[in-house]
């Protein structure tokens, strides 16, 4: 199914200790980019998410926030640090020695101590992160991709109605094309008789207009613009990301155009070539929307 760039997901996960929101906000992108937003103590966590989002989406950029809201208190435990207390020992012994100080310490003159003691947040089990962490993820990318399907319905159905609108374009391209040939002919005998009265004249007509003819001629580019159109239909019913298929064949459905617009002298031809420029502009607004 075709699946928009465009999109948003939210997923909410509760635990006894806190309540995790992840949203996914995503937007076009040439390739996937997934920037995230998580505690800076939940690296693991933050690479496992953006693994995760990296099987289910092919294209797009993502932003990815978290937000956690304590539900309970974690606690907290004082650490002490045992190396410095020791040193902070051994010179006060050293101390001793030299200037009178009383023997025991008190729990004053500990707390005083600078980094000897500190006081830390006891932390959430890895697991436990991980796992609340997977469900918000798959909460919120089941939303996001929900919506980019919708949104992707939509975009197929603008998609068709501009390459409708582009084959009738082509249509009468096709249908005044050889109308060229002809007016060129005329065009070309009024001033062959203006500046010659040769006995050769039809031959060097023929000559002429043959190879304005074989200049002018575009069925091979109507023939590639056919086969690509139908190519833009089949490749609408793939069930994979199209996205970077559909630009190749917007480009190439441009170049055929140019061409014809290079080759034909019609002024109805013409007329439809920039007719034909403006839709396919639109239609490749819409193709870069798509996964």
Partial sequence: MVRSMTGFGRGVTTTDQLQLTVEIRSVNHRFLEISTKF??????????????????????????????KELAPLGQVVQINWPLVNAYKEAREELRQ????DE????????????????????????????????????????????????????????????????????????VSPQAVEKYREKLVERIKEISQ????????????????????????????????????????EDTSIGRKLDFLMQEIHREINTIGSKNQSVEAATAVVQAKTILEKLREQVQNIE
């Fill in 98 to 101: 030299q200037i009178p100080l």
């Fill in 39 to 68: 505690p800076k103590d939940w690296t693991e966590a933050e690479v496992y998410a953006k693994k995760v989002l990296s099987t289910k989406v092919a294209r797009g950029k993502l932003d990815v926030s978290v937000c956690v």
């Fill in 104 to 175: 025991h310490w008190s729990m004053s003159e500990i707390l005083e101590l600078d980094q000897a003691l500190t006081l830390q947040v006891k932390e959430l089990p890895k697991e436990e992160i991980l796992n609340a962490v997977d469900k918000a993820v798959e909460e919120a990318a089941t939303a996001l991709i929900q919506m980019r399907k919708r949104e992707g319905q939509e975009l197929v159905e603008a998609v068709k109605g501009y390459k409708k609108a582009l084959e009738e374009q082509i249509a009468i391209i096709k249908s």
């Fill in 198 to 237: 040769a006995d050769n004249l039809e031959e060097r007509l023929i000559i002429e207009v043959a190879i304005f003819a074989e200049k002018a001629d575009i069925a091979e580019e109507l023939d590639r613009l056919t086969s690509h159109l139908k190519q833009l239909d089949e490749t609408l019913q």
